[in-house]
């Protein structure tokens, strides 16, 4: 089964879809609240970017981040704990709890 799978991966998007996975997961997103990511790699770099939005939008945090793609799921890591940083954490907990 591998061997007939084969010619569909593809690296680029593997890379950027673990990234945001990855991101997105440490923010345990779901479809409560806005959050978003984007990731592209461009050679042997990933380039990260993500948001966490309150609800009515009046409060929307972004960052990115930027490393080799052998790091992606480390990419979307950090890039989650600097948006918590920044005060994702807040937006988020406000979502969850139905503030």
């Given at each position: 089964?591998?061997?007939?799978?084969?010619?569909?991966?593809?690296?680029?998007?593997?890379?950027?879809?673990?990234?945001?996975?990855?991101?997105?997961?440490?923010?345990?997103?779901?479809?409560?609240?806005?959050?978003?990511?984007?990731?592209?790699?461009?050679?042997?770099q990933i380039t990260l970017?993500?948001?966490?939005?309150?609800?009515?939008?009046?409060?929307?945090?972004?960052?990115?981040?930027?490393?080799?793609?052998?790091?992606?799921?480390?990419?979307?890591?950090?890039?989650?704990?600097?948006?918590?940083?920044?005060?994702?954490?807040?937006?988020?907990?406000?979502?969850?709890?139905?503030?």
């Open positions: 089964v591998q061997a007939l799978l084969a010619p569909l991966e593809h690296s680029v998007t593997r890379n950027c879809v673990l990234a945001e996975r990855a991101m997105n997961r440490r923010l345990q997103g779901g479809c409560q609240v806005p959050i978003g990511a984007f990731a592209t790699q461009h050679g042997e970017r993500g948001l966490v939005g309150s609800l009515d939008g009046s409060e929307i945090i972004r960052d990115q981040v930027q490393g080799p793609a052998s790091s992606a799921e480390a990419l979307g890591l950090q890039l989650a704990e600097r948006l918590l940083a920044a005060g994702a954490g807040k937006i988020l907990t406000a979502v969850y709890q139905g503030s």
